[in-house]
């Protein structure tokens, strides 16, 4: 299937005094983008950390407490994901969530469930000053790409799209569809995010998909505010628009963006386009330094 329907979330964080009030939101989320007809959803970074509310005020504002508690949700996060994915045979980038690892360490995790299970999950590689100096959350260590059913898969998770190899390596092992869950707190910080996504579909004539968290949780040590609009982010040239966004939501307003991405045109723009960055690319490692 190379031309499909996908969503991506403005996804607004939530308090909840139980589970299941978690499991509605996320049903309703999944059905009404599901009711479009939307074959992929992509929801934010750290979107999970709503769930932080059901263990009370001293494990919601204690920044390590909070990690540690959520570790007895993530079975039964699983589950959910895989069950709407079945339900409604969609794939779903689900919300990244901090994931303990053997050793102690939490690596900031995104999963793709499919209508079976669990395809895949793509760790966070570069982290941010608040990650590594307040957070201590670990950097991943592999670049993957994931294949689906609609096509082969990157995840870059918000920082990690402002660093151009990445991205080359994961379109150069096959994917021309980048998904970034991002999750920041100033305009800033959605700009530098946005302005990567966009330099990574430039350079790399493919698709880039971004999924903000937004809105207020002042009761959130971890995300208390968040800022940002979803977008679908395209090459510059021929069949495309001429400003590279294909879609994007409007500032704080929860709900899914919608757009019709064709990966089939991807070869196409590589091949017929006005210019021609991504076969360009290796050019730039045979110039001559300057002296």
């Known amino acids: 299937m190379s031309a499909f329907k996908l969503a991506t979330a403005q996804y607004d964080i939530g308090f909840f005094t139980q589970w299941e009030e978690f499991a509605e939101k996320l049903d309703r989320w999944v059905t009404n983008a599901a009711q479009q007809d939307a074959k992929l959803l992509v929801f934010p970074e750290y979107g999970s950390m709503e769930l932080a509310s059901l263990f009370g005020k001293a494990v919601y504002s204690d920044l390590q407490k909070q990690l540690h508690a959520m570790q ?9 994901h895989t069950e709407l994915a079945k339900r409604h045979n969609v794939l779903i980038l689900a919300s990244s969530f901090p994931t303990e690892q053997q050793d102690g360490r939490f690596l900031n995790r995104a999963n793709l469930f499919g ?70 707190d100033t305009q800033a910080g959605f700009h530098r995010v946005r302005i990567g996504c966009q330099a990574r579909a430039l350079e790399n004539q493919c698709y880039v998909v971004q999924s903000p968290t937004i809105g207020n949780a002042p009761w959130s040590e971890a995300v208390d505010v968040n800022t940002g609009r979803a977008s679908i982010y395209t090459p510059v040239d021929y069949g495309f628009p001429d400003n590279g966004i294909l879609a994007e939501g409007k500032d ?3 709900g899914w963006v919608y757009a019709t991405v064709d990966l089939s045109e991807i070869a196409r723009i590589r091949k017929e386009g006005q210019v021609f960055n991504y076969r360009d690319w290796p050019k730039q490692f045979k110039l001559t330094s300057i002296e």
């Open 252 to 254: 704080n307003e929860a």
């Open 115 to 184: 209508p079976k299970s669990l395809i895949d999950y793509q760790d966070k590689l570069m982290m941010t000053r608040f990650e590594n100096e307040q957070w201590h959350i670990s950097g991943g260590k592999e670049i993957k790409v994931i294949d689906t059913d609609l096509g082969r898969i990157g995840i870059h998770i918000c920082y990690d799209s402002e660093f151009p190899m990445i991205a080359n390596r994961q379109v150069a092992a096959g994917a021309d569809l980048l998904l970034v869950p991002s999750c920041t």
């Open 72 to 80: 007895t949700l993530l079975a039964k996060w699983h589950d959910l």
